[in-house]
């Protein structure tokens, strides 16, 4: 393991803070990490009469469209099922009367400590107490299992936290 030497805060900001750390490797050389720290964040593989709900929307830093579930930050003080449940009502109008955990894991461990908790939302009800964000100009549209696959092995979902919960949902049968 990697002792931590000392840090310096290099930005604060809404979504992630960037330090840059010294450490002593275990062969007892000094080294320096680049580390983003991320209050984490929740997606939902939102299913509903036999289709997954997806949104599309534009991400500035691929500079391109995307077809994503939904998903947010964590807010201060939140649960992972209270994000769950606030995203997915903001995303797509709809209330998860039962949600699952399929995965928790690290979106980028080499410098970041995000880490994304990632749902399955069944027996969906209308809700339209809630807006998307200002900054949130979204597409909702569903897709059957199979035009999802179809999606997949063209190229047309290219987001990592969509990917792994479509895979792990299909290879756990609950896509059914």
Do not use: C
Request: no cysteine; hydrophobic share 40%; net charge negative.
């Amino acid at each position: 393991m990697e002792k931590l030497i000392s840090t310096r805060t290099i930005y604060k900001g809404k979504i992630l803070d960037l330090y840059k750390d010294k450490v002593i490797l275990p062969s007892g050389r000094e080294s320096f990490r680049e580390v983003v720290r991320h209050r984490g964040a929740v997606a939902v593989l939102p299913w509903i009469n036999r289709e997954v709900i997806l949104v599309k929307q534009y991400r500035y830093a691929v500079d391109k469209y995307l077809w994503e579930i939904p998903a947010g930050l964590k807010e201060i003080g939140e649960t992972p099922v209270q994000t769950a449940q606030r995203e997915l009502v903001e995303e797509t109008k709809y209330f998860p009367r039962k949600l699952e955990k399929l995965v928790e894991f690290y979106s980028t461990p080499g410098f970041s400590d995000e880490i994304i908790h990632i749902f399955i939302a069944t027996e969906l009800i209308e809700d339209t107490s809630k807006n998307a964000d200002y900054d949130e100009f979204i597409e909702v549209e569903s897709f059957s299992r199979e035009k999802i696959e179809k999606m997949i092995l063209q190229g047309k979902i290219e987001d990592a936290k969509t990917l792994v919960a479509i895979n792990l949902a299909i290879a756990q049968n609950k896509l059914n």
